[in-house]
């Protein structure tokens, strides 16, 4: 059975960072595009970053950019996103999800796993 389970989200002041973690299981997704989408209350499920199979693109937002970070750890089947400078408005359930393909997608029918989502609140 395929899984993704994030961890890491929590309470943040804005300014602060937090690092979350999408740990992979049942089989692997080294192949494949990693990504983080985010739905904040009341609104649509928004695509944030995105990771290409190799590790050698990313693609993030214009929200994010700038302040997020994406990496892979292929030998531990494990994406991350690191934030920095969060702001209020990054306050929404994270979740991770494996691609259909290797290329960099944005669109969330381009992936074909998520997780269950963590929740991450900054407060001002």
């Known amino acids: 059975q395929v899984q993704l389970v994030e961890s890491g989200g929590g309470l943040v002041q804005a300014g602060g960072s937090r690092r979350l973690s999408c740990a992979a299981s049942?089989?692997?997704?080294?192949?494949?595009?990693m990504g983080w989408f985010r739905q904040a209350p009341g609104k649509e499920r928004e695509f944030v970053a995105a990771i290409n199979w190799s590790g050698e693109s990313t693609y993030f937002a214009d929200a994010v950019k700038g302040r997020f970070t994406i990496s892979r750890d292929d030998a531990k089947n494990t994406v991350y996103l690191q934030m920095n400078s969060l702001k209020p408005e990054d306050t929404a359930v994270y979740y991770c999800?494996?691609?259909?393909?290797?290329?960099?997608?944005?669109?969330?029918?381009?992936?074909?796993?998520w997780g269950q989502g963590t929740q991450v609140t900054v407060s001002s």
């Open positions: 049942g089989r692997t997704f080294q192949a494949v595009t």
């Open positions: 999800a494996a691609g259909r393909s290797g290329g960099l997608n944005i669109r969330d029918y381009e992936y074909a796993y």
